[in-house]
């Protein structure tokens, strides 16, 4: 991630995310009882059998929300739906299973880059250079726990699965 280094360069009223906690995400499961890890693994998991793999282009840096941003993230290209197929495939499957409420609002694959500290007020926009226009393919889907602190949160990978190419 040297770009988002770079774009960051002096911004001291953002918090960039760990280069080690940039993901897109899927399904927000919230609280789940450590019992129930295995069948969502194997619930999720089981749904995506012979899906392909998503390949995501960077369309730009978005500001969430436009006008008072909380976070500035990639905004990412689905190309030919699969990451919405994977998505789709996975929320349909743990709903079935009483195992996750679907989100009302639309699935928008992103990846979050950093936070705007507490207390910063209508941060400027990242500006610098262009993000990464190369597609990439996104070949592992990981079940996380997420452990939160003052710092930013720490995500455990517990069960990962690689899609199809």
């Known amino acids: 991630m040297a770009w988002r280094e770079r774009a960051l360069e002096g911004r001291r009223d953002l918090r960039p995310v760990a280069v080690e906690a940039l993901h897109v995400t899927l ?3 919230g ?4 019992k129930e890890i295995p069948r969502t693994a194997s619930t999720a998991f089981g749904a995506l059998d012979g ?3 998503p390949r995501l282009t ?3 840096v978005r500001a969430v ?3 008072n941003a909380r976070l500035f993230a990639l ?3 689905d190309e030919e739906g699969r990451a919405g197929a994977v998505q789709a495939a996975a929320s349909d499957a743990l709903e079935a299973e009483r195992l996750y409420k679907p989100e009302k609002r639309p699935f928008w694959p992103h990846i979050t880059l950093a936070r705007v500290k507490r207390g910063e007020r209508r941060p400027p926009a990242i500006e610098g250079p262009e993000p990464p226009s190369e597609p990439f393919v996104a070949p592992t889907v990981t079940l996380y726990q997420s452990h ?9 990978a ?5 899609l199809s190419s």
């Open 65 to 67: 929300p436009p006008r």
């Open 148 to 156: 939160l602190s003052p710092r930013g949160a720490r995500y455990e």
């Open 51 to 53: 899906l392909a793999a």
């Open 75 to 77: 905004d990412l290209a």
């Open 27 to 29: 399904v927000f499961l």
């Open 158 to 162: 517990l069960e990962r699965l690689h």
């Open 31 to 34: 609280y789940l009882p450590e």
């Open 58 to 60: 960077v369309n730009g």
